[in-house]
């Protein structure tokens, strides 16, 4: 297809989206598709479709066996519609707050919901996207996401969210870069001594460990890490070592962050 010619979005494969952090690094992650945020819901109302069955059941055995005083099943029939009006929204969003927008569903596919700003969701935010789902669910707003770049339906729109491929949803990482000794060296510092200390404050050791926790996993951590190493590179005066340390900028970053840990803990 010509370069300017125009695609709508369900012809656009592998969507990324982009975000770039504090420490001026741009970190990328696959929009999840449309057939995974689907199966997802569904996972989820299955969840919460078995808890109000077993709620129901029990309205029907006091019903029948004459547990609910005269003339009060209707009254409490509305009082279980309202619990499930709640119940449901409360579910999404106490997952998408406290659980880093990773409902059980989303766990299942491998997705999680984030504000465009890269950051976890709040309340705020996620009541709005919840109490959207209402309209979203309305057969012909399911074509909302197909036509949206980034796959976004209504609640994504109003509360500037977006879905994507979660990377990290194994588990955290072990923290390798920051917390290394010189065993895991090799024994030694291939690129840097103590005199590069000079030109390093215990902030430097602070942004290394920030930024351990937002790497990705595979090749695109390396590439997430090749700016920051090249900065310091810069910053350190070690232009004559600067295409071997970029062939490897891991284990630069590991002996920096080894000789401010050494250093900058003691101190302390």
């Keep these: 297809m010509p370069e300017n010619e125009f695609q709508y979005p369900w012809q656009q494969q592998g969507e990324v989206f982009r975000v770039e952090t504090p420490e001026m690094t741009v970190l990328e992650f696959p929009v999840a598709d449309l057939g995974s945020r689907i199966a997802a ?13 077993l709620v129901f059941l029990l309205f029907l055995v006091l019903t029948f066996v004459g547990g ?3 003339g009060v099943e209707a009254f409490f029939f509305g009082f279980l ?5 709640l119940g449901s929204t409360l579910y999404f969003i106490w997952f998408e ?13 491998g997705i999680k919901v984030v504000h465009l700003s890269g950051r ?15 309209v979203d669910e309305i057969p012909i707003m399911l074509l909302i996401p197909a036509l949206v770049p980034g796959r976004r339906r209504i609640g994504d729109l109003l509360a500037q969210t977006i879905v994507i491929r979660d990377l990290q ?4 990482l072990k923290r390798p870069l920051t917390e290394v000794s010189l065993e895991d060296l090799g024994g030694n510092l291939r690129f840097l ?3 590069s200390l000079t030109r390093l404050d215990p902030e430097d050791l602070n942004l290394l460990e920030y930024l351990e926790g937002r790497l990705p996993r595979g090749r695109k951590r390396e590439k997430a890490l090749l700016p920051i190493a090249e900065r310091y590179v810069l910053r350190l005066g070690l232009e004559d070592q600067k295409d071997a340390i970029l062939q490897d900028p891991e284990r630069f970053l590991r002996e920096m962050a080894y000789l401010m840990r050494r250093h900058f803990r003691q101190e302390f």
Excluded: C, E, M, Q
């Design 120 to 134: 976890g969701l709040t309340f705020g935010p996620s009541l709005l996207r919840n109490l959207a789902r209402y």
């Design 68 to 70: 609910l005083p005269s």
């Design 193 to 195: 001594d103590s005199r």
């Design 41 to 53: 819901v569904i996972l989820d109302y299955l969840i919460l479709g078995g808890v109000g069955l």
């Design 169 to 172: 949803i194994p588990g955290p």
């Design 81 to 85: 519609l309202v619990l499930w009006f």
């Design 97 to 109: 707050v406290k659980r880093g927008g990773v409902t059980p569903g989303k766990r299942r596919l």
